[in-house]
Nanobody, 119 residues
Framework: QVQLVESGGGLVQAGGSLRLSCAASGITSSAIAMGWYRQAPGKQRELVAGIRSGGRTKYADSVKGRFTISRDGANDTVYLQMNSLKPEDTAVYYC?????????????WGQGTQVTVSP
């Protein structure tokens, strides 16, 4: 059973930084991709950043230049370094991982970690 556990969320003032981590357990094969999504009240869940097994990354336009995603393949752990945080970044952040399946990859989600950025 695959489990994803996020940590590192909290309260920070605007301009500050946080580093989120997501540790996977119950892994029997490497993830195709891992990423971070976020959802704020009244808003759609959105992809913040993703990283493929080959290392290619993808970022939401709103976080480009401020957030950096990285992955530790040996431990199936993904990180999100968040700098220059803005109040608009306030949301619950969810870790996501994809594994090969049929007919489509299988997705797993963490429980979420709250990030709150004060003005």
């Amino acid at each position: 059973q695959v489990q994803l556990v996020e940590s590192g969320g909290g309260l920070v003032q605007a301009g500050g930084s946080l580093r989120l981590s997501c540790a996977a357990s119950g892994i029997t094969s490497s993830a195709i991709a891992m990423g971070w999504y976020r959802q704020a009240p009244g808003k759609q869940r959105e992809l913040v950043a993703g990283i493929r097994s080959g290392g290619r990354t993808k970022y939401a336009d709103s976080v480009k230049g401020r957030f950096t995603i990285s992955r530790d393949g040996a431990n199936d752990t993904v990180y999100l370094q968040m700098n220059s945080l803005k109040p608009e970044d306030t949301a619950v952040y969810y870790c996501n991982a994809e594994f090969w399946g049929w007919p489509r990859p299988v997705e797993y989600w963490g429980q979420g970690t709250q990030v709150t950025v004060s003005p």
